[in-house]
Each structure stands twice: as C-alpha cells, then as structure tokens.
C-alpha cells in the first residue's frame, strides 16, 4: 500500500510539474440581418402655377406645397386659375421609417412656347412635409408634395411656359 501511495506522490508531482496555463478561449457567435423595403418615389401631378399676369413691375407668384398662391410686386392673380397644382409625388417604404427629403437648389427654366428667348425661373423649392423635418412612412406611404417661387419678369411675354427638363426630387431612409 505504501508503494502505491508512494507512486501516486510521484505521479501527482510529475502531472503537476506539467500542468499549462489556459492561454485562450473559443466561442461562437450567430450572423442575422434585415432587409427592408426599398424607398420609392412617383410622381403623381407636375407643378402647375396656373394663370397670371405680369406688368411693367418684376414680381414673383409663390406656390405652396398646399396649392396656395401669393403674389408680390407686379404679378397677379386673375379670378380665372386654371389648372393650379403643388408637384404631388407618393412616397412609399418601410412602414415606420423617417425619410430625408432633397429638392432642387438649383432654379428650373421655364421656356415661353411660343415666343423663343422668352423664359422665368422657379426657385425656392418647398415641400410638405418640409425639408427639415423630412417624413415618415405611417403605413408604409405618405404624399409629398413640392412648391416653389416663379420669377415673372417685367412685361412677361404672353404664353405658355413649360420646363424643358423635369426638376429633381431625391427621398432617402434616414
């Protein structure tokens, strides 16, 4: 009994001599991601500024994005409007996300129809909901809607004014 006590001893000492510090350590871990609708954004109605009349004053016709119109200096508005519309666009993604909303910062050329030379610009875009705030998709959509201020010149050639290129609108998820 005394040898095998005696030879544990010995073998417990040996081990013991050799035992090694943990140096390292594994684990795992799971990967997972979500993918959300993509944003979109369609046109529904183009910018109308309806029917105006310049004088021998410059003057601006303000459009709000709720379709209301204000004037100053020589321009006015006649009783008759004609067809008076904020650019609609529809908004749709992600139900619960905020958007970002970017308009022109550049004016957009409005060219006379039948008078070459002729033109106004439209500048200081506006949206609804505004810029500053930007959107929110309740229900996975929500309208846009764009105003801007049209420059009228002093006695503005009579006629129609179209954009030769449509202005850009840009809606990103925040």
Known sequence: MKKVLSLMVIVSAIFAGK?????????????????????TLTKTLDMNFGILASSPIPGTLK??????????GGVSTLPT???VTPALFSVAGENGYTYAITLPILPVVLNNTTVPGAFMLASAFTSSPSVITGGLLTGGSQALNVGATLFVGPNQAAG???????????VNYN
Do not use: E, K
Not at 63 to 72: C, D, E, F, K, V
């Open 19 to 39: 035992a090694v510090a943990q140096t390292s350590a594994t684990a795992t871990a799971n990967a997972s991601a979500t993918i959300i609708t993509p944003i």
């Open 160 to 170: 129609v004014y179209n954009s030769l290129l449509p202005f850009p609108v840009t």
């Open 81 to 83: 409007t004609g067809t």
């Open 63 to 72: 459009l709000s994005p709720a379709g209301i119109r204000t004037t100053t």
